[in-house]
């Protein structure tokens, strides 16, 4: 495995490689909406001032105002529009005013909303995977660091300075991690974050994640965390919301398939550093979790 950050969120927001696609300052006033349908990726919004509604395809409405913060990592659809939507005949098309900048309603109307916008892309083979395993969204209430974040980054967007791409991923997963971990875990699904703030199961995360050389067993995770191997298993389960062995098998295929497309290691190498004894052994659980062998796989990325 490529160096590995210390801690499991940090090992997937590294893997996912994040990049920007899109960033821009959203005016609007009056009555006023924006309707996408044709979405497969990440999202957040800032907003600066006003507030307006929020409706992710699948969820209920969120009002939001000014300081709080909204993060999908897998957006497929979604409408947002001032508090009293437009008549359906008042045509929507956002009008662009500036580099990144576009405004939103009647153009005669004072602006009362504010919002930085940004879509990403993750720049990753295991994606789906990865991204299965945070929340479905994010929603933060209050002024913070994150608030201060989404300006750097459509400054840096729009600037166009030397080593923009490098500060672009780092301010990124910075934005992610930074986002991800502000919000109460309690209340969040099933998953890794839900994990990590289980004393006895951010143990067995942790290793998971930075040993995925060695050889695991729910019996020695669960002896290391002080539990029964029943009990460690229905609380990994039911926190995590897959069996151990099942996450230790995906997390380590995650890495096994962004290894697979930077390419410069044999199925040997690669086997040896996800946990198999053999480029054979490698190939067969490749095949059986991916339905396509390590090589028709790393070919297609080459493709």
Excluded at 28 to 43: H, I, N, T, Y
Excluded at 119 to 126: I, K
Excluded at 182 to 210: K, M, T, V
Aim: charged share 20%; hydrophobic share 40%.
């Amino acid at each position: 495995m490529p160096d590995s950050p210390a801690d499991p969120l940090s090992s997937v927001v590294s893997l996912l490689k994040p990049s920007v696609s899109i960033s821009k300052m959203v005016e609007a006033g009056g009555q006023w909406l924006v309707e996408r349908r044709d979405l497969a990726s990440p999202f957040y919004c800032a907003m600066v001032e006003g507030r307006c509604q929020l409706h992710v395809a699948g969820r209920a409405p969120v009002t939001l105002v000014a300081g709080d913060f909204v993060l999908i990592p897998h957006l497929q659809g979604f409408t947002m529009s001032s508090a009293v939507p437009p008549p359906p005949h008042v045509p929507r098309l956002p009008l662009e005013t500036g580099p990144g900048r576009f405004r939103l309603g009647q153009c005669d109307a004072p602006v009362d909303v504010r919002a930085l916008v940004g879509h990403c892309r993750f720049d990753t083979p295991a994606s789906d995977l990865l991204v299965s395993l945070l929340p479905a969204m994010i929603h933060i209430s209050g002024p913070g660091r994150l608030t201060a974040l989404v300006p750097m980054i459509h400054e840096e967007t729009r600037a166009h300075r030397p080593g923009r791409e490098m500060i672009l991923e780092r301010l990124l997963e910075v934005l992610l991690i930074e986002s991800l971990r502000s919000g109460p875990a309690a209340r969040l699904p099933p998953g890794l974050l839900r994990g990590l703030s289980d004393p006895h199961l951010a143990s067995a995360l942790r290793r998971i994640h930075d040993d995925t050389d060695s050889s695991l067993s729910v019996t020695g995770m669960a002896k290391e965390a002080g539990m029964s191997r029943s009990g460690f298993y229905a609380r990994f389960r039911k926190e995590v919301g897959r069996a151990p062995m099942e996450y230790v098998i995906d997390w380590r295929m995650a890495v096994a398939k962004t290894l697979l497309r930077q390419g410069g290691l044999t199925n040997a190498e690669i086997a040896l550093k996800v946990g198999y004894g053999s480029a054979s052994a490698f190939g067969l659980a490749f095949a059986r979790h991916e339905g396509q062998s390590p090589g028709a796989f790393a070919a297609m990325g080459r493709r």
